[in-house]
């Protein structure tokens, strides 16, 4: 039996239970794990299987003998739908830090980085970029790819999962009841390193291709405790990662692009043939590598075309990828009467 409060459980999350419901028997759970049929639950009964409407991994339920609702997220990580699916695809809930998952052999990819710490930053949650197989690479090699991370205003460490001592030392440093959920692409090295410090856990992971790759096992998203008593989200690999129509985690992930954008002459400057273009000059200048400038033009018209798809149908993708969760929200400000 776990309690709540090692669950992420606090003062804030009583106050919206209660909110919802001020009739006696009234208790939370945390979901752990979600599945076709139903959810699984962590409460202080232990864990149970329930059927919760729109449900992810990490979401905190309100149960009642007769109902069962979602309380509204403080953060969630969202990855954006495809041509054939406008909606988005939410990850998990109430996260505090998003941990991308980069292996630095052959090599890390930056572009991936990239779009995973824009859509951390649309989650509301903090940024680390774990960068995996350390052991493959030069010590060199692994010292310059933390300073290129570094250099793109994120937080960024090489270790070994297949090393004791630095797989210790990467779990200390995870807050106890604090929630992280680890994404990547396949054959990152999640499980593998997941496997080494969640508690009484077996996760499964794949053999090593000849590229240095591994083979993605992780079909669902599941949460676990560490050993450490923090809590992690393993997730599938995945092979795309798909911007939201939201624009803003875009440019907190460029704010040096941001910044040169507001000496350009017109402000609504492409940065691509108009005079006068301060982002432009920056890059004939040295100061601006300008593939970067090609990933963040790539990556806004990406999201503004997903948005504009979305409102072409009639629909906002947020809006159909969470129409159950919505509904949880409504039904706890009608049962206050609000």
Not at 115 to 135: E, H, P, Q
Not at 151 to 175: P, Q
Not at 279 to 288: M, N, T
């Amino acid at each position: 039996m776990v309690k709540l409060e090692a669950l992420g459980w606090d003062a804030r999350w009583q106050f919206q239970l209660d909110t919802w419901s001020e009739a006696p028997g009234v208790r939370a759970g945390r979901v752990s794990r979600v599945d076709r049929d139903a959810v699984s639950v962590l409460s202080a009964r232990g864990a149970e299987r329930m059927q919760v409407s729109g449900a992810v991994v990490g979401d905190w339920v309100a149960i009642a003998s007769d109902a069962i609702e979602i309380l509204p997220a403080r953060t969630e990580l969202r990855r954006g739908g495809d041509a054939r699916r406008v909606s988005d695809l939410a990850i998990a809930a109430n996260i505090d830090t998003v941990v991308v998952v980069e292996p630095l052999a052959p090599d890390a990819n930056r572009n991936r980085i990239e779009r995973f710490a824009v859509l951390a930053t649309n989650s509301g949650a903090k940024t680390l970029v774990l960068l995996t197989k350390r052991d493959l690479v030069s010590d060199q090699a692994a010292q310059d790819a933390v300073q290129l991370i570094a250099s793109l205003g994120l937080e960024a460490v090489a270790l070994n999962a297949t090393d004791v001592d630095e797989v210790r030392a990467f779990s200390a440093r995870m807050s106890p009841a604090e929630t992280y959920v680890f994404v990547g692409s396949s054959g990152a090295g999640k499980s593998t390193l997941l496997g080494s410090v969640v508690a009484g856990q077996e996760l499964a992971t794949g053999e090593v291709r000849g590229d240095g790759r591994g083979k993605h096992t992780t079909t669902w998203r599941e949460l676990f405790l560490t050993d450490a008593g923090a809590l992690v989200i393993d997730t599938p690999g995945v092979r795309s990662v798909g911007m939201t129509g939201d624009i803003e985690g875009i440019e907190a992930s460029f704010e040096d692009i941001q910044e040169l954008a507001g000496l350009c002459r017109f402000s609504d400057c492409t940065h691509e043939v108009e005079p006068e273009c301060a982002v432009q000059r920056a890059i004939e200048q040295g100061d601006l590598d300008e593939d970067r400038l090609r990933r963040y033009l790539k990556l806004r018209k990406e999201a503004e075309s997903h948005a504009a798809r979305a409102a072409e149908q009639g629909r906002g993708g947020e809006r159909a990828a969470t129409k159950g969760r919505k509904h949880a929200m409504g039904v706890l400000m009608r049962a206050k009467g609000r």
